[in-house]
């Protein structure tokens, strides 16, 4: 299930997989920022290439530009929450960019994870 926000930059997306495969999963990367809930399933996140175990109730942030890819471990259902958008659309509700900072005031492939028992 995806979703466009029409007129906000914004693009929301639901995804269950109940046999995944890793053919599915490809290195890529975005126009625009995007935060990953992890609900569950089994694998890694590799981030320009850093590697991050996820949990459940993982957080992955990811800036415009930064190559990512799910390494799934297949015979678990994997299920994720995304969400991509434009920081540029923020601006006007967020113009000092508090935000935005976690996506872009780090090195690339740093600190792209936020645990639940973070949040």
Known sequence: MGMSIDGVGMWFNYSRMEHP????????????????????????????GSEYRLA???VMLMRAGETHMMHIVP??????????FS????A??????RWTAPFRDRPLGQKNLYTAAQL
Do not use: K, W
């Not at 015979?75 to 991509?84: A, Q």
């Not at 920081?87 to 923020?90: D, I, N, S």
């Open 75 to 84: 015979g678990t259902p994997y299920e994720r929450y995304v969400i991509n």
């Open 56 to 58: 459940p109730g993982s």
């Open 21 to 48: 495969v890793q053919s599915v999963f490809s290195m890529h990367a975005h126009e625009m920022c995007e935060l990953l809930y992890f609900v569950g399933g089994v694998g890694t996140y590799v981030v320009e």
């Open 87 to 90: 920081p540029a659309q923020l």
């Open 92 to 97: 006007g509700m967020d113009p000092e960019g």
